[in-house]
């Protein structure tokens, strides 16, 4: 059941949930964090594992099920809650602020001017 939910996040997410192998690698191709993707995956295998066409295991250990629902919640939250809550805080700076950050030069970082100097 929480693999059907990661098909279902990735259906909300807009990816072709046929393969849901191939749905979270393109996931990773759009920049998704390497520790979501290997989370995701985790719950995938395991939900692989315990349902078979027209059977279904319902052996799971306590700790296994109590894991894979930790997993489940960390996506939700790295994919769903936090972007909206940046996204809320981004919208609370006023328009002319949020236009100045869009508009500014990359600046180099302490430690890329330190690298420039070729030693």
Do not use: Y
């Not at 995956?41 to 692989?48: E, K």
């Amino acid at each position: 059941m929480l693999r059907l939910c990661i098909q279902k996040l990735c259906v909300h997410l807009e990816k072709d949930v046929k393969d849901l192998n191939n749905a979270i690698a393109e996931l990773v191709e759009e920049g998704l964090a390497p520790r979501v993707a290997t989370m995701l995956d985790i719950v995938r295998v395991t939900g692989n594992e315990a349902v078979h066409p027209g059977t279904m295991n319902l052996n799971d250990d306590e700790a296994t099920v109590s894991r894979l629902f930790l997993l489940v919640n960390l996506i939700a939250d790295e994919l769903l809650t936090r972007p909206r809550e940046l996204e809320a805080a981004w919208q609370s700076i006023p328009p002319e602020k949020r236009e100045a950050i869009a508009n500014r030069k990359p600046r180099k970082s302490k430690i890329m001017k330190e690298d420039d100097g070729g030693g």
